[in-house]
């Protein structure tokens, strides 16, 4: 049995349709629920109203560890998709509950949806770390699975405001990967887990793209005229901020932007096309028409 944590979330519903197809030949839709039991798909969500109806469900929040010791009992494989909102005390605390359970349950296998190496610099990097070093002096086989950051970020951190993006990328690019592509890696890692157990793979794009490249993209996407104007940091800042987000989120967005403009997440080249076995789909289309 495998078992998919975060399951409501974007990443995760996805996962499951992949997983569901690769597993019976079917994408799951609202009629037609993976099957559980061995072999089969089980959903692991805080959510249970906004999975697939009739999917089986069971209840995982990691911030509930004493209800994870029944959520994990009979999973072979984890599909631990990172719950990565937080301060870093409190996302580790969340996936060291969620190994602890796992590892006590007698699970298998754990795959891990981490951060690509080249995301070192970002603030949310130390908590996908930590949680890699965990695995991998822990009981259960693991892979990790380093994605990069998505093309739907990519077009979230980037609006069109008058015709223009006033992001701060400065001359910076992202290598950024269709988060569609990300789930289907995890899905055939998770459904044969023992294949890749102990590997580490990297899952980012192969084009770098950049604040020029997007508003030549959304042009060419809506026909109306848009140009790249660099922003600041400190008027993101100030954005972010009147806006209303958490404080841990601020320093996230404003760090995700400045690992952008300082050249830092531009490299291309990692395993996707060769995990997935075909040619990843196209992250500048997706940013450019597809703002998340
Ligand atoms: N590579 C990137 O560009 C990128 C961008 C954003 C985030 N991420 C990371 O990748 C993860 C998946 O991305 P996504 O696009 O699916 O994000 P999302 O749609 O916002 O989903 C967030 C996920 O976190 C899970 N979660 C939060 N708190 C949890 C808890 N206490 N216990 C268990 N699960 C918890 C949620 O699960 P349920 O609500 O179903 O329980 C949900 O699946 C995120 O959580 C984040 O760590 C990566």
């Given amino acids: 049995m495998i078992l998919v944590t975060g399951a409501s979330g974007a990443l995760g519903r996805l996962v499951i349709g992949h997983l569901a197809g690769r597993l019976t030949g079917h994408a799951v839709t609202r009629a037609s629920a993976p099957p559980a039991g061995e072999g089969g798909v089980v959903v692991g969500t805080r959510n249970p109203e906004r999975v697939p109806a009739g999917a089986p469900v069971r209840r995982i929040d990691f911030d509930d560890p004493p209800s994870l010791a029944d959520g994990f009992d009979g999973v072979e494989t984890l599909l631990l998709v990172s719950a990565g909102y937080g301060e870093d005390d409190a996302v580790i605390a969340r996936h060291g509950a969620a190994i602890d359970a796992a590892e006590k349950a007698g699970v298998g296998h754990i795959v891990y949806t981490s ?14 770390r930590w949680t890699e070093r965990r695995l991998r002096s ?3 086989g693991w892979t990790i699975l380093r994605n990069g950051l998505y093309a739907e970020l990519l077009a979230a951190l980037t609006p069109v405001e008058d015709g223009a993006i006033t992001a701060p990328l400065a001359d910076g690019r992202l290598a950024a990967v ?3 592509d990300l ?5 055939l890692v998770a459904a044969d887990a023992a294949a890749h157990a102990g590997r580490t793979y990297e899952l980012v794009g192969e084009q770098a793209i950049g604040g020029a490249d997007l508003a030549r993209a959304r042009a060419a996407d809506t026909g109306a005229a848009v ?3 660099p922003g600041t940091l400190a008027q993101a800042r100030e954005a972010f901020t009147a806006s209303g987000l958490a404080p841990f989120q601020i320093p996230m967005l404003v760090g995700t932007y400045s690992a952008i403009a300082g050249g830092f997440l531009s490299g291309t080249g990692g395993e996707l096309r060769d995990l997935l076995g075909r040619t990843p789909r196209s992250a500048l289309e997706i940013a450019a028409s597809r703002p998340d």
């Fill in 115 to 128: 951060l690509s190496a080249a995301g070192d610099h970002l603030p949310y990097a130390l908590a996908h």
């Fill in 138 to 140: 822990g009981t259960a």
């Fill in 183 to 187: 789930a289907e890696a995890a899905a």
């Fill in 227 to 229: 140009s790249y104007e």
């Fill in 178 to 180: 269709a988060r569609e």
